[in-house]
């Protein structure tokens, strides 16, 4: 994709991920390439990537609109990161080099005081360092590629799961029973505390759909 489309592409996809752009709002070409100062072809082809991407629908009448999961479709995601993440985390746990191990403790530190101080995006952000650290150890980059697709159309809905009233206290708990199995290079363990994780996320989620979706 040329330099322009790039960035077109780049926008829209940060203002899905944002939700500047709602699940089930029309994303109207014309409007676009007006706003983005880039022709309609341009706009279509970065929609095309998005819909690749699963971020975008294109609906019977060809108007492309932002991708809506049902609670099933969340669920049956969740239940595919599971085990991917899990399987990620026992691979990982095998290889991991002290300077990734320090990298998720000075994370978990500052997640803690994120916690305190009620930085919830922050906090988020943070905890999506710790889960890169772990994909970049893993050498089963087939099963990273999946799992960060199927991460990618979960993002919108997986960072409110945060606002939740005691979930921060949870995630952080299951983050730091995580890195004790990667700490003591345990795959077994680790990926244990992966997809409990995990499945708390999906509980969670089933339990407050109503406010996340």
Known sequence: MAAQGERVYEIIRQRIIDQVYVPSQTLVESTLAEELGVSRNTVKKALMQLVNEKLVDIKANKSAIVKSLSIDEAVHLLEIRERLEGL????????????????IRASLAEMKEYIKDSK????????????HVIYEACPNKEAVEMIESIRLQLRRYNKRTIL???????????HEVIFKALEARNPEMAEIAMRKHVSNVRNVLKENYSVLF
């Open 120 to 131: 919830f995006k922050e906090y988020s952000a943070t905890n999506d360092l710790i889960h």
């Open 164 to 174: 939740i009233s005691g979930r921060s206290i949870d995630s952080y708990n299951e």
């Open 88 to 103: 990620i985390a026992y691979c990982a746990a095998q290889v991991i080099t002290d300077k990734e191990i320090d990298i």
